[in-house]
């Protein structure tokens, strides 16, 4: 693999970690046009350069992932009964998830991704938050929604944490805690995803060197070096920034990406 494209992976988790952290959002919803755009570059096949993408940010989010839900952990913010009880879903949604990407054609992810990005886009322009009316589900509607939010997450190659704050604040969970549950939640979400991609890629012949099933290791590695490094500024900044300016920058910066994605892969 050319340096050149090694250093742009390791400045794309620099910008990843950094707005992560500033912003609270995921880096899925940035790194998935960002590989594809990379992948195309790099001339690797078009019918898997999405499902690549997909696989590779859910992978990048498991390090980042662990050391957040972690922290959340030491300051008594994660429910971990809520984890138990939401994991089974999770992990038969996740996995299901990627398994049915792997047959997916390129132009159906494509589209279910830009608009996510446009829901997320709108979400975070206006600071969309559901009322707290409802308390949480028995184990059926856990499972259920645990699947939904698996599938999505894989379709979207994210930690799943937009829904899944969404779903606690709703269920009237103090923000604090619903971020952090959410954290811990990501983790085996991920994980799940991970696995999917990799076995399902591993059947697929077109793939470039260094892949591990349909996740790219060099890219891999890069992101998850620096966005593990730098996310903890993001967080230290977001107390000193004009962070109101800077989410709707943002949201700009990721409309534009997914629809150049779009256009472009």
């Known amino acids: 693999m050319d340096i050149v494209y090694w250093l742009i992976y390791l400045g794309v988790g620099v910008f990843v970690g950094f707005f992560a952290g500033l912003l609270g959002i995921g880096g899925g919803s940035v790194m998935v046009p960002i590989l594809s755009l990379m992948f195309t570059s790099q001339e690797f096949s078009s019918d898997n350069v999405v499902h690549m993408a997909l696989a590779t940010s859910m992978a990048t989010i498991i390090p980042g992932g662990v050391a957040s839900a972690w922290m959340h952990h030491k300051h008594k913010a994660v429910n971990w009964l809520v984890v138990k009880q939401m994991l089974p879903g999770i992990l038969v949604g996740t996995f ?28 975070l322009l206006f600071d969309l938050k559901p009322k707290s009316r409802h308390a949480l589900p028995g184990m059926g509607g856990m499972f259920v929604f645990g699947v939904v939010m698996g599938v999505v997450s894989s379709f979207a190659g994210i930690g799943g944490a937009v829904l899944s704050i969404a779903f606690l604040t709703w269920c009237n969970f103090r923000m604090h805690d619903a971020i952090g549950t959410a954290a811990a939640i990501g983790v085996p979400l991920a994980i799940a995803g991970t696995i999917g991609f990799v076995a399902t890629g591993l059947f697929d012949k077109g793939l470039p060197i260094w892949s591990l099933g349909y996740v790219y290791l060099p890219a891999f590695a890069g992101i998850a070096i620096t966005s593990f490094a730098i996310a903890p500024l993001g967080a230290k900044l977001a107390h000193r920034m004009p962070v109101v300016v800077l989410r ?14 779009a256009v472009s892969v």
């Open 248 to 261: 709707r920058v943002f949201v700009v910066f990721l409309v534009v990406l997914a629809v150049k994605m």
């Open 96 to 123: 299901s998830g990627a398994v049915i990407a792997h047959f997916s054609s390129t132009a159906f992810l494509k589209t279910f991704f830009v608009g996510f990005i446009c829901f997320l886009a709108l979400q």
